[in-house]
């Protein structure tokens, strides 16, 4: 198949998007396809004749891709580079996205996970891996996707959206300690945990400096776990334990900042339990293809909370979910052939997933 990996972009998790990019686009390169990968900010970068050409020639694609670094991007640089840019879509992009089979989408954040480039190429009949604009909008925004998981009943902590500039009470069902998100956020990115009024106020100030609507969030004290669901199937439930502070930024792209359990040891019917929870919420908000699922289990009462729906997992060397795959079988390659066959499931095209 002719593909094109999308990655990169201007979210806070362009560098992320542009390691996952780089292993997907590597993996289906061994696969046999014919495979581009492009920044979808930054666009075509060399010499063209004929954009169907490229994906014949023997061009180095992920040359320019370093790995994640401890601290989310400098994004005015990155706009720099193009500058009084009208369209998120970099020279190329759009026109080389029509010509193939597929878009693979290894974006993260904003610039892929609101659902825009999605409907985008919804209107132009492109095909793309994961799910649609609807669920993708849906769960880019923690606050209707909670809203989403109390219609229909799956566990949630308790929490209260709050705006730029306008004042709010701190319900005793939340207290302290608490988190502190962006709504829109990815990657750990503006999260912060906070222990009382000196610090909310903080944590807030810093949140708001990526957003106008934050959430607080009761923090849930326990055990960190996630599950990746695949066509609406879930896979095995991943422990994840940072070995200082929480799941930030830095201990989610480090190597050797956390210890990741897959699968999780707990007791099956815990696991089970979570499997079910993880499936419900991906149902919840329409999730077509795949999708990974946060949760956090409570170290005192023993219920399991969904935090978030991510629509387009990371794929980085310390991703969760290419560990998920591969206690069932599934090699980095085999994981991105099976997103592939079960993304073309969308357009009614045949589909047999390879480990």
Known sequence: MKIVVLAGGISTERDVSLSSGRGIYQA?????????????????????GPLEELFEQE???????QDVAEKAPDLEKIKALRPNA???????????CSLCDMVFLGLHGANGEDGRIQALFDLMGIRYTGTDHTSSALCM????????????GIPTPPSITVKKGEPFELPNEIGFPCMVKTCCGGSSVGVY???DVFGLENALN??????????????????EFSVAVIDQKALPVIEIAPISGFYDYKNKYQAGSTIETCPA???????????????????????????????????????????????LPGMTPTSLLPQEASVLGYSYEGLCEWILQTSMKKYGLPASPQK
Not at 59 to 65: L, P, V, Y
Not at 207 to 219: H, T
Not at 281 to 304: H, P, Q, T, W
């Open 28 to 48: 289906l390169k061994k696969n046999g396809h014919q495979v581009i990968l492009l920044d979808v900010f930054l666009g075509l970068s060399v010499p063209t």
């Open 59 to 65: 061009i180095d694609w992920t040359a320019s891709i």
């Open 86 to 96: 009208k369209s998120l879509l970099g020279p190329g992009v759009l026109e080389l």
């Open 141 to 152: 925004d923690k606050h209707i996707t909670k809203q989403m998981f109390h219609g229909l």
């Open 193 to 195: 945990r906070v222990d």
């Open 206 to 223: 810093k949140a708001f400096s990526y957003e106008n609507q934050v959430l607080i969030e009761r923090c849930i004290i326990g055990r």
């Open 265 to 311: 040891d707990i007791p099956q019917n815990l696991s089970a339990r979570i499997q079910r929870h993880a499936e419900a919420a991906c149902n919840a908000v329409g999730i077509k293809g795949y999708a990974r699922v946060d949760f956090m289990l409570d170290e005192r009462s023993g219920e399991d909370y969904a935090l978030e729906v991510n629509t």
